[in-house]
T-cell receptor, first 113, second 114 residues
């Protein structure tokens, strides 16, 4: 499973609270991604990173921020969670610019009440 | 940006029959097209991919075809088995840009009936 872990795996929180999800990899891959998965929408890119401290926005970045202070960790933060952010969040990694294959983590199921 | 449409959204086949899932993409600069399989409650996993310099690729019971002119690509599963039941996602990636961003289709729920 490409050495990717996500934590927590499940979380229930209340509207307005901050939430941080962690993605950890042991593969030393350069690229890391955060997706959300919702019924009927497939996987949509939130943010991605192409190196330590190098991040950029994806398709659905509003309400989310990310940080990458180490190669192995990519954090996704919901500054003030809303019910519309209830979703399954997947982290993914890919090796380099020449390697297109993305490997996914196990996912985090987030419920915002 | 890229837009990927996937059809059908649900597909039921009898065990042993073939299944075909189709995707169209909008960006003619896209050059990499992976297919992922996601079982219930699990992570998406790559099952096959194709690059724009190839028209067809096979791996045992799975094949993918690509028509660059029409901007569509398809997944073919032959001799389907119950364990093929899952959600399948297509995706497309353009050749330029600072990161290897994939745009995914909305998924196809495949059910193989025994």
């Amino acid at each position: 499973d490409a050495g990717i872990t996500q934590s927590p795996r499940h979380k229930v929180t209340e509207t307005g609270t901050p939430v941080t999800l962690r993605c950890h990899q042991t593969e030393n891959h350069r690229y890391m991604y955060w997706y959300r998965q919702d019924p009927g929408h497939g996987l949509r890119l939130i943010h991605y990173s192409y190196g330590v401290k190098d991040t950029d926005k994806g398709e659905v970045s509003d309400g989310y921020s990310v940080s990458r202070s180490k190669t192995e960790d990519f954090l996704l933060t919901l500054e003030s969670a809303t019910s519309s952010q209830t979703s399954v969040y997947f982290c993914a990694i890919s090796r380099s610019g020449g390697e297109e294959t993305q490997y996914f983590g196990p996912g985090t199921r987030l419920l915002v009440l | 940006g890229e837009n990927v449409e996937q059809h059908p959204s649900t597909l039921s086949v009898q065990e042993g029959d073939s299944a075909v899932i189709k995707c169209t993409y909008s960006d003619s600069a896209s050059n990499y097209f992976p297919w992922y399989k996601q079982e219930l409650g699990k992570r998406p996993q790559l099952i096959i991919d194709i690059r724009s310099n190839v028209g067809e690729k096979k791996d045992q019971r799975i094949a993918v075809t690509l028509n660059k002119t029409a901007k569509h690509f398809s997944l073919h599963i032959t001799e389907t088995q119950p364990e093929d039941s899952a959600v399948y996602f297509c995706a497309a990636r353009r050749s330029s840009g600072s990161a290897r961003q994939l745009t995914f289709g909305s998924g196809t729920q495949l059910t193989v009936l025994p």
